[in-house]
């Protein structure tokens, strides 16, 4: 029994290795060589994002200051170098010394990045027009990125940028469809574009990469060799472990917790799987849903501020929406997703009947009321809101407070904080197989790592209160991080009495190099990941592949809203299947989200930018657990001992939750907390909670008792009524009145200053002026005026004549140009305001929470009559 968990211990980490921090271990001069060169990168990303190249320019007189495309480069070749050094290229490679090849692989990358550093002036000098030389070192550069990425991440991502710059080059073949092709474009032009400037390889994503996320990635390595990790699973177990079903209870919530950090599902199903998956199966877990449990837990961590897998920052970039904002935005989803995923593991154990660990005696009631509150998300928000609203009031208060200020605060609780957990020994992993007698007190758990919370204190801090960049605000919680790995060890002895207080001083030392190194292994993959998104981000922005994409996608679902969210959602599974969070956001994003602005226009359906993007995301990371691929799912089943297929499909059954949320925020934007008070809020919060509890219910076919066919749909009908009551309401009373667009000129004079205006506007086609598109826009107005004039100033030219208000070609770079460009401007049929679409007033769309929750309240009488087990 041991050797066989000994075995799949061993092929969990080989599939993590393969998967985030290169799969060849190296011994002796070449280990230390690699060693040092992730050490290198880690400690280059903190020099470029700090002070100090300012300060030796300033002090020195020597331009040691990267710039951020010098930045990029520099990042893109650490990662190809130690892709080739850390990652076998083949699956019988060498695992334990590096194949001549690779030397080669390694030079080459470097040499091709370094290009264009060496010859950056002659470069920009013949913007355009590539010399030779210029062609050679683009080509290596492509073609050893593409090795990278195989390597490192297996063949989807490079399958996907391969049919991309396949379509550059033979886009303009006879042989393809009209509707996508293209005019094509020379090799030396594709080149040019993919390596030599910022449009392709290293385009915005691989300057996220360089500048945030290797930051917050580098953060998490330093938490988890602190010994965070294994701090949070043993809190979670310490509270929730005796409860009914447990174990997997802690599962969700060490996950929840991880997420807040990690950048890989996969590494977040090992770290905290290793330990929960066998405890789930001890307490009657069957191997597959224990592993399921695990992934939907972990997949949902990357679905969680304020990291999100590394997305968090490219979602800022691409929607031009700040990185606080997104940490809002995406709140209520991943928090009510992880209650609901508490409580489907709560009704597994009563249809499994299962019990709790053994507890400690002094444990009775208060785990128990934690259970619906107590997720890692909510100790996040729970933090923020005290940084925010319990320190903000220093900055009030004291409107001269410096940061110096704050981190003498910080030193004083850190010590305090250390003091308390020398207090009590320090935590040590546990074997999950072995017996556990009794679980540890939460209260002794909690204290041994307090501490650990000080640099999130930071970062929140300097995010919200400094109001500092996402990327200065990771490298001062870095900072922290790494003074709190040196010196936790020598403090606590000290506190202690123990004396070798140098022993310890070595460990923290140990502790943090190796911390160093394995940020630096871990972003290996999402160097080149970024790196090869970026060709499919050059591509589309060289050719306009998204417009193909959308007219396919308009083409198949024949105009219908649902069938084309359905179809897109479908798509962002496939797109994301095998690759990594960052790659997954990137190409999903590109491709699906412009198709959600397009057709979603088309057919009346005008959605924030943030809310479709956050839908393509949501679908493509649940291609984590989803067969046949779902890394994931093989990484749980690995540990568990289960059938992997079984164990991504039991795991997308608990996502499916997951999967919901999506289509309700694009129908329902309070649910991403857009346009809300904070009263309503944290209304939207609670009733969207009860609403998602339901919905599990409803999917697992157990409320407080089994449910009949007619119980589910109910229930389905309730949690439908509470997240979207706007639906009944557009039923009953449509939101809009329509008027005629000849109207428009006066329409617009009688609105209030900076309303929003909602269009209908006709015109040709562009391409085909014998049919006629439809598209419908929200139009901007400034202050309030003549309607003509402030149309023009919106960037609508509008003449009203013949009872029709005729639209002019909007002029190239006003707000209009790019959404009207699929009109005809000069055909024969003018494109015209259609109609005007004025909000009615309404009653409120809550009454019909009445009726949903009279329904409720039958269905829960009902089922009591049958209930025979208790309900917690």
């Given at each position: 029994m041991a050797e066989e968990v000994h075995k799949r211990k061993i092929d969990v980490d080989e599939l993590v290795a393969q998967v985030d921090t290169g799969a060849r271990s190296v011994a002796g001069p070449v280990g230390i060589f690699i060693a040092v060169l992730t050490f290198l990168w880690s400690t280059f990303q903190l020099y470029i994002a700090s002070n100090v190249p300012f300060w030796i320019t300033e002090h020195l007189g020597v331009n040691v200051v990267f710039n951020n495309f010098d930045s990029r480069v520099v990042h893109l070749a650490f990662a190809l170098a130690l892709?080739?050094?850390?990652?076998?290229?083949?699956?019988?490679?060498?695992?334990?010394?590096?194949?001549?090849?690779?030397?080669?692989?390694a030079i080459l990358g470097v040499y091709a990045c370094l290009y264009l550093i060496v010859f950056d002036d002659a470069i920009s000098a013949r913007a355009g027009l590539p010399t030779t030389s210029d062609l050679v070192a683009a080509t290596i550069g492509m073609v050893v990125l593409a090795i990278s990425v195989y390597r490192a991440l297996g063949l989807p991502l490079v399958i996907v940028a391969a049919v991309f710059v396949a379509y550059v080059f033979f886009g303009d073949?006879?042989?393809?469809?009209?509707?996508?092709?293209?005019?094509?474009?020379?090799?030396?032009?594709?080149?040019?574009?993919?390596?030599?400037?910022?449009?392709?390889?290293?385009?915005?994503?691989?300057?996220?990469?360089?500048?945030?996320?290797?930051?917050?990635?580098?953060?998490?390595?330093?938490?988890?060799?602190?010994?965070?990790?294994?701090?949070?699973?043993?809190?979670?177990?310490?509270?929730?472990?005796?409860?009914?079903?447990?174990?997997?209870?802690?599962?969700?919530?060490?996950?929840?917790?991880?997420?807040?950090?990690?950048?890989?599902?996969?590494?977040?199903?090992?770290?905290?799987?290793?330990?929960?998956?066998?405890?789930?199966?001890?307490?009657?877990?069957?191997?597959?849903?224990?592993?399921?449990?695990?992934?939907?837990?972990?997949?949902?961590?990357?679905?969680?501020?304020?990291?999100?897998?590394?997305?968090?920052?490219?979602?800022?970039?691409?929607?031009?929406?700040?990185?606080?904002?997104?940490?809002?935005?995406?709140?209520?989803?991943?928090?009510?997703?992880?209650?609901?995923?508490?409580?489907?593991?709560?009704?597994?154990?009563?249809?499994?009947?299962?019990?709790?660990?053994?507890?400690?005696?002094?444990?009775?009631?208060?785990?128990?009321?934690?259970?619906g509150v107590l997720t890692g998300f909510i100790l996040m928000c729970v933090l923020a809101a005290a940084v925010y609203y319990g320190l903000g009031w220093i900055k009030v208060a004291f409107p001269g407070i410096t940061f110096y200020?704050?981190?003498?605060?910080?030193?004083?609780?850190?010590?305090?904080?250390?003091?308390?957990?020398?207090?009590?020994?320090?935590?040590?992993?546990?074997?999950?197989?072995?017996?556990?007698?009794?679980?540890?007190?939460?209260?002794?758990?909690?204290?041994?790592?307090?501490?650990?919370?000080?640099?999130?204190?930071?970062?929140?801090?300097?995010?919200?209160?400094?109001?500092?960049?996402?990327?200065?605000?990771?490298?001062?919680?870095?900072?922290?991080?790494?003074?709190?790995?040196?010196?936790?060890?020598?403090l606590k002895n000290l506190f202690r009495g123990a004396g070798a207080l140098w022993p310890a001083f070595l460990t923290g030392i140990h502790d943090f190099v190796a911390g160093m190194i394995a940020g630096a292994r871990n972003m290996i993959g999402i160097g080149v990941a970024t790196g090869a998104a970026g060709i499919i981000v050059g591509t589309i922005s060289l050719t306009g592949a998204h417009q193909?994409?959308?007219?396919?996608?308009?083409?198949?679902?024949?105009?219908?809203?649902?069938?084309?969210?359905?179809?897109?959602?479908?798509?962002?599974?496939?797109?994301?299947?095998?690759?990594?969070?960052?790659?997954?956001?990137?190409?999903?994003?590109?491709?699906?989200?412009?198709?959600?602005?397009?057709?979603?226009?088309?057919?009346?359906?005008?959605?924030?930018?943030?809310?479709?993007?956050?839908?393509?995301?949501?679908?493509?990371?649940?291609?984590?657990?989803?067969?046949?691929?779902?890394?994931?799912?093989?990484?749980?089943?690995?540990?568990?001992?289960?059938?992997?297929?079984?164990?991504?499909?039991?795991?997308?059954?608990?996502?499916?939750?997951?999967?919901?949320?999506?289509?309700l925020f694009i129908f329902n934007t309070e649910l991403l907390l857009i346009d809300v008070t904070?009263?309503?809020?944290?209304?939207?919060?609670?009733?969207?909670?009860?609403?998602?509890?339901?919905?599990?219910?409803?999917?697992?076919?157990?409320?407080?008792?089994?449910?009949?066919?007619?119980e589910t749909a109910a229930l389905l009908l309730i949690a439908l009524t509470l997240f979207r009551p706007g639906f009944w309401l557009d039923l009953v009373d449509p939101p809009y009145e329509m008027r005629p667009g000849s109207e428009v000129v006066e329409i617009v004079g009688r609105q209030p200053a900076d309303a929003g205006l909602r269009m209908e506007i006709r015109g040709p086609d562009f391409d085909n002026p014998d049919e006629i598109d439809t598209l419908t826009v929200l139009v901007p107005l400034g202050p309030q005026g003549d309607g003509e004039a402030r149309l023009e100033e919106a960037g609508l030219l509008v003449m009203v004549e013949d009872g029709q208000a005729l639209l002019e070609e909007p002029f190239?770079?006003?707000?209009?140009?790019?959404?009207?460009?699929?009109?005809?401007?000069?055909?024969?049929?003018?494109?015209?305001?259609?109609?005007?679409?004025?909000?009615?007033?309404?009653?409120?769309?809550?009454?019909?929470?009445?009726?949903?929750?009279?329904?409720?309240?039958?269905?829960?009488?009902?089922?009591?009559?049958?209930?025979?087990?208790?309900?917690?």
């Open positions: 892709s080739a050094l850390a990652y076998p290229l083949f699956r019988g490679s060498a695992r334990h010394h590096v194949p001549w090849y690779d030397w080669i692989l073949s006879p042989w393809l469809p009209d509707a996508i092709q293209w005019r094509g474009a020379s090799y030396g032009k594709a080149m040019w574009h993919y390596w030599m400037q910022t449009e392709g390889v290293f385009g915005v994503a691989l300057g996220v990469s360089a500048s945030m996320i290797f930051l917050f990635v580098l953060f998490g390595s330093l938490l988890e060799k602190a010994g965070a990790g294994n701090y949070f699973i043993k809190l979670a177990f310490s509270l929730l472990g005796h409860l009914r079903g447990g174990p997997a209870k802690a599962a969700v919530v060490a996950s929840a917790l991880s997420g807040l950090y990690s950048g890989s599902s996969i590494a977040n199903v090992v770290t905290t799987g290793t330990f929960t998956i066998p405890l789930m199966k001890r307490t009657g877990f069957p191997a597959e849903k224990a592993g399921a449990v695990e992934v939907a837990s972990s997949t949902n961590g990357q679905l969680t501020p304020p990291v999100m897998g590394a997305a968090a920052f490219l979602i800022a970039e691409f929607t031009g929406v700040a990185y606080t904002d997104i940490i809002r935005h995406a709140f209520l989803p991943a928090v009510v997703s992880y209650i609901a995923l508490v409580y489907i593991v709560h009704l597994e154990a009563l249809k499994l009947d299962l019990k709790g660990l053994p507890k400690p005696p002094a444990l009775v009631g208060v785990a128990r009321r934690l259970i200020t704050v981190i003498l605060l910080f030193l004083v609780a850190y010590l305090l904080l250390v003091w308390l957990a020398a207090r009590n020994p320090d935590l040590e992993m546990d074997d999950p197989n072995a017996p556990l007698q009794e679980l540890p007190r939460p209260g002794a758990v909690a204290v041994t790592g307090l501490h650990f919370i000080l640099p999130i204190v930071i970062l929140i801090w300097c995010i919200l209160i400094e109001r500092f960049s996402p990327s200065l605000s990771a490298y001062y919680a870095t900072l922290s991080m790494i003074f709190i790995v040196i010196t936790q060890h020598p193909v994409v959308g007219e396919f996608v308009e083409f198949l679902s024949g105009g219908n809203l649902m069938a084309m969210l359905l179809l897109v959602a479908v798509m962002s599974l496939i797109l994301g299947m095998g690759l990594p969070t960052t790659a997954n956001y990137i190409v999903v994003s590109s491709l699906m989200a412009p198709v959600i602005v397009s057709v979603g226009a088309a057919s009346g359906l005008l959605v924030p930018l943030i809310a479709v993007h956050m839908f393509v995301f949501y679908f493509g990371i649940l291609a984590d657990d989803t067969p046949p691929v779902g890394l994931a799912a093989f990484a749980a089943a690995a540990i568990s001992g289960g059938d992997p297929i079984k164990t991504g499909f039991q795991g997308f059954g608990y996502d499916i939750r997951t999967a919901l949320l999506p289509f904070l009263w309503k809020a944290i209304f939207v919060f609670v009733v969207a909670t009860v609403a998602m509890l339901l919905f599990a219910a409803a999917t697992q076919g157990y409320f407080l008792t089994r449910n009949r066919i007619w190239p770079q006003t707000p209009f140009a790019e959404a009207f460009q699929d009109f005809d401007f000069y055909a024969d049929e003018p494109v015209v305001i259609s109609q005007v679409q004025l909000p009615k007033e309404r009653m409120a769309k809550e009454v019909f929470y009445i009726p949903a929750l009279v329904l409720l309240a039958l269905v829960i009488v009902l089922q009591r009559r049958r209930q025979t087990v208790p309900a917690f």
